[in-house]
């Protein structure tokens, strides 16, 4: 399975997102994850449309944005609009995730579905054959740089099962936590795209990190 790495901005400096990109760009990681947190969903806000306003035209990679927020359908049309090729959603934020998912698939966007660490697997099971991403949350939303929860990896492997067996292209993706150490334990449960933050942008070579995620 070829394995992919999502880059998480926000382990990103801000103060030069410019240069951070192009990082990215020339560390072979496959994708950019945006995560969008508003404070109530999660306990911490972080970035919103106008930055990525300010660097869409600068993106050389697939757009991953992962909403961690309440009414996720009030926004999802702007996200679209501003490039977003993956628009994932967590499970816990709506009461209408069918509504949510049509809308992102009418705005011409992939669309995934988060699961809290809490949250079990088989509430998926009626949408598979409407995604195209299953996001397992190996740490509870909120903040980079956590430990991952070793209890997430039973929901890793059960997702890989349901993705197969939908006979569709659904990526497994795992998002917190992800390093060095707990890289080969994801992809043995059956992820396929790793999402990593501090590892990658905190190692002196970008590269080799990204290489080692997906070695
Ligand atoms: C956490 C975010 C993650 C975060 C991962 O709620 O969804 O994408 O950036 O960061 P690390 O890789 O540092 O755990
Ligand atoms: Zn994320």
Redesign the pocket.
């Known amino acids: 399975m070829a394995i992919k790495v999502s880059a998480?901005l926000?382990?990103a400096d801000f103060s030069c997102l410019t240069s951070e990109l192009k990082r990215i760009d020339s560390s072979g990681a496959d994708w950019i994850?945006y995560?969008v947190?508003d404070g109530f969903f999660?306990p911490?806000i972080s970035f919103g449309e106008p930055v990525l306003r300010s660097i869409n035209d600068k993106l050389t990679r697939p757009c991953d944005v992962?909403l961690?927020i309440t009414e996720p359908i009030r926004y999802v049309d702007h996200y679209a609009e501003l490039g977003a090729d993956y628009i994932t959603v967590h499970y816990e934020s709506t009461d209408d995730l069918d509504t949510l998912i049509d809308r992102i698939h009418e705005l011409g966007c992939k669309a995934g579905i988060a699961l809290k660490p809490a949250t079990p697997v088989s509430v998926i099971e009626r949408f598979i054959s409407k995604i195209e991403l299953i996001l397992i949350?190996t740490?509870?939303?909120?903040?980079?740089?956590?430990g991952i929860i070793l209890e997430t990896l039973d929901k890793v492997a059960k997702a890989r099962e349901m993705a197969d067996s939908s006979e569709r292209e659904i990526f497994v993706q795992v998002?917190?936590?992800?390093?060095d150490k707990t890289a080969d334990m994801v992809k043995t449960s059956g992820a396929d795209v790793l999402?990593?933050?501090?590892?990658i942008f905190h190692a002196d070579d970008m590269a080799k990190a990204v290489s080692i995620l997906k070695s």
């Open positions: 998480s926000l382990s994850h995560d947190m999660v911490n992962h961690m949350m740490v509870e939303p909120g903040f980079g740089g956590q998002d917190g936590g992800i390093n999402v990593s933050g501090s590892y």
